[in-house]
């Protein structure tokens, strides 16, 4: 059974606004009608993963550039993948591949994919997020940890991604403590393998561990073969209405 979080002081369950975060689809070339629903006015949407190729590419990307600007029309937050490699990755290569996305792509902030979740690695990340901020005063940053990592990774980013896996493993997870102490608006889940039958008990437990920002899907990694999150999910109308529609913030 998941650990229950108790609620944070002055927050009721029914003011916590649960939407989604996308965390990357194929190439528009390739899922044209998956970033025209993205794109769909009242679509509950906190933000999209923009990633051209394993980052923003080597020259801007006609296709992304249309895509992007459809999002952003619609109200919706386009955020840049970056690759951390575990805090491996020079600052110097991050912070070029953030100013590509800026430039060619107006992002509104990033996504720190394969985000170390150690303690030692902690100053590492919060100099990468300072850089980061200075490019972008009022980027949106979500560190992608997939876990929950040390706490003082809170301190450096608007949200952190602290579940990336399948539901085989969600439905039994337990969250950490010290999340109690912040609102569901800094938490992300991603959850892969889910079945519609097993929608509303998802859903349940993100609410439950504190989690604002959702991702749900049937695809799967077919082993860790497939990318579960170029497509959207099969229920997508139907996991829509269940969270109910509204307007990006």
């Known amino acids: 059974m998941p650990y229950l979080t108790s609620t944070p002081a002055g927050t009721s369950g029914t003011e916590i606004r649960t939407g989604f975060g996308a965390p990357g689809c194929a ?11 993205l794109a769909r006015p009242g679509t509950p949407l906190h933000w999209v993963v923009l990633n051209v190729a394993d980052g923003p590419g080597i020259q801007p990307d006609p296709h992304c550039l249309d895509a992007a600007g459809r999002l952003r029309n619609a109200g919706v937050r386009v ?19 953030a100013r590509r996305y800026l430039e060619w ?7 720190l994919g394969r985000c170390p979740a150690d303690r030692a690695t902690l100053p590492e990340i919060r ?18 940890h997939g876990t929950h990592p040390y706490p ?14 399948p539901w085989s493993d969600y439905r039994w997870s ?18 892969h393998g889910l079945p519609r039958s097993h929608l509303d008990e998802a859903l349940r437990i993100a609410r439950w561990q ?9 695809r799967t990694d077919r082993g860790g073969l497939a990318d579960p999150w170029e ?15 509204g307007v990006s913030e």
């Open 79 to 97: 955020l840049g993948r970056l690759d951390a490699a575990y805090g491996a990755r020079p600052l110097a290569e991050l912070i070029m591949d």
């Open 174 to 191: 337990q969250v950490a403590e010290w999340t109690a102490d912040y609102p569901p608006e800094r938490f992300c889940h991603l959850v």
């Open 152 to 165: 003082g990774y809170a301190e450096n980013a608007d949200q952190l991604v602290t579940f990336r896996g």
């Open 27 to 37: 190439h528009p070339l390739l899922a044209r009608t998956e970033w025209a629903e």
């Open 210 to 218: 504190g989690a604002a920002t959702i991702w749900f899907t049937d």
């Open 105 to 111: 792509y107006r992002a509104d902030g990033f996504f």
């Open 127 to 144: 100099r990468a997020t300072g850089a980061l901020r200075a490019l972008h005063d009022g980027a949106h940053i979500v560190l992608g």
């Open 231 to 245: 497509s959207l999910p099969g229920y997508w109308d139907d996991i829509i209405s269940r969270i109910g529609t």
